[in-house]
């Protein structure tokens, strides 16, 4: 819109675009108004990790971009499913899937992200193989330890973005407890490797911060920002002994589960590695019951730098990273437009998702205005307009293909949250339905959680401050 109107002459000033964006959001929200609901019962702790830290199994591994289990047994309780197969897209470390198993439900993940996978396979090996004798392996582990015998270490093989990220007594005696495993047998070595996994982030000097790693001072690295200090660091020792004895509290035989757990047959899991653009359109038609899921915000947060450490340790090498960052759903500026898709989805798919992506005249105004804050180089990076579009390109392929593959009244839920860039608000949770709409599904219901985000610091500090929804979505399957 804007370019059109630049080729006639017409000047723009920047503060007259963002308030031609802010008029469409106003029309699209016009819209949706009678569907966005707040929700007294949902809140940040259960739309993130927070709510699984104290839980059994689900603690192991602090994946911070998850929701929480409780979130899947609300949704789950709403959507009233005495039987079915769910599907996760976007599994992650496999929240969904288990908490669906665990009321009966057989339940499909997709993840790329090799971390996540080795999650939800460590769980399912824990599953089905004797409770008693991992537990009693783990409970030798931590009371013996039996690293603290072995002379020399298996070498940690760091990418370029992890040399430095542990004390060097830390980084041997991690080394050295890789190297005791290899006396185990195989279950039991990959659960006390997975274990290993797990501190990685609490011995190291680095923490994770979204679009990167954060580096504590002493690590001897250059800071990129203001010297950061993380404050304790654990020691191997203290950090694995606290680890091992949190799964052996957790690994209860069957029989001293409660009692509506111990008695219910749990769902099968199926853990399918590799990017769901890829995969989904594999699947068979009208092949789900429900589809529960938290995409990559469109937020440039790099999957693959915050999780660097737990790559590095599962043996990714620094080729391998960049080609996971690419198969991503374009969230950060560094993903380029994906050239494969035409070959992976049928025409009508990619035509359908093509005519909705231009068709939405608020997400149309909204990148227009971006590039044309890129042009006058008032953008702080020139990836953004790329990212947003291909972001919304690709989502829109997922719920295109997810009608296909849901059954007739089956529901569709996604968490998700409205970003900021240049001082314009994207409603990603309007935007999305509206596609939703097109591709066939009802919208029901958008929950807004009665506490919202605000944008970014830098974005306040030239823009204001402008409270943002964090939302979750109920779309139905129409039958027609």
Request: proline share 4%; glycine share 6%; with cysteine.
């Amino acid at each position: 819109m804007f370019d059109r109107m630049k080729d006639k002459g017409v000047a723009l000033d920047l503060e007259g675009a963002l308030r031609t964006v802010q008029e469409r959001n106003v029309a699209l929200q016009a819209r949706f108004a009678d569907k966005l609901k707040v929700n007294h019962q949902l809140n940040r702790q259960l739309v993130s990790f927070q709510a699984n830290k104290s839980r059994p199994f689900y603690r192991w591994f602090r994946y911070k971009e998850s929701f929480s289990e409780p979130l899947v047994q609300y949704l789950l309780d709403i959507l009233d499913l005495p039987s079915g197969h769910i599907l996760d897209p976007f599994a992650g470390v496999g929240t969904t899937l288990f908490a669906a198993s665990e009321r009966g439900l057989d339940a499909t993940g997709i993840e790329l992200l090799p971390v996540g996978c080795e999650v939800i396979e460590v769980r399912r090996q824990v599953q089905s193989d004797n409770v008693l004798a991992l537990r009693s392996a783990v409970d030798r582990w931590r009371r013996e330890r039996p690293w603290k015998q072995i002379q020399s270490g298996r070498p940690f093989a760091h990418l370029s973005i992890t040399r430095q990220a542990f004390p060097e007594e830390t980084q041997l005696a991690l080394e050295r407890y890789l190297a005791a495993l290899e006396q185990e047998t195989e279950s039991v070595a990959r659960l006390l490797r997975f274990a290993a996994m797990c501190v990685l982030e609490d011995i190291s000097y680095t923490r994770k911060d979204g679009q990167y790693l954060r580096w504590d001072h002493r690590s001897g690295r250059q800071p990129s920002r203001k010297p950061f200090q993380k404050g304790h660091i654990a020691t191997f020792d203290e950090a694995i002994v606290r680890k091992l004895d949190e799964i052996y509290a957790d690994l209860q035989p069957q029989s001293l589960l409660p009692g509506f757990l111990a008695s219910r047959q749990q769902g099968k899991i199926e853990i399918l590695r590799g990017s769901c653009l890829n995969l989904l359109p594999a699947f068979e038609a009208a092949s789900f019951d429900g589809l529960i899921t938290s995409p990559p915000y469109v937020n440039r947060y790099d999957y693959t730098r915050t999780y660097a450490l737990e790559l590095a340790f599962l043996g990714v090498d620094d080729s391998e990273i960049r080609d996971l960052r690419q198969a991503m759903v374009s969230c950060t500026v560094e993903n380029r437009t994906k050239s494969d898709l035409a070959s992976v989805f049928p025409p009508s798919t990619l035509e359908r998702a093509t005519a909705a992506l231009a068709g939405q005249s608020a997400l149309q105004t909204i990148l227009s205005y971006l590039e044309w804050q890129k042009e006058a180089q008032t953008l702080n990076n020139a990836g953004i307009p790329r990212m947003v579009h291909n972001y919304f390109y690709e989502l829109a392929l997922l719920i295109f293909e997810s009608a296909r593959v849901l059954k007739p009244g089956a529901a569709f839920v996604m968490v998700n949250d409205n970003v900021r860039y240049a001082g314009a608000t994207i409603p990603v949770d309007l935007i999305l339905s509206d596609f939703a709409e097109q591709a066939g599904f009802s919208v029901e219901v958008i929950w807004v959680l009665p506490t919202s985000k605000g944008n970014s610091s830098q974005q306040m500090g030239t823009h204001g401050r402008e409270v943002l929804r964090k939302c979750i979505y109920l779309w139905r399957r129409r039958s027609d």
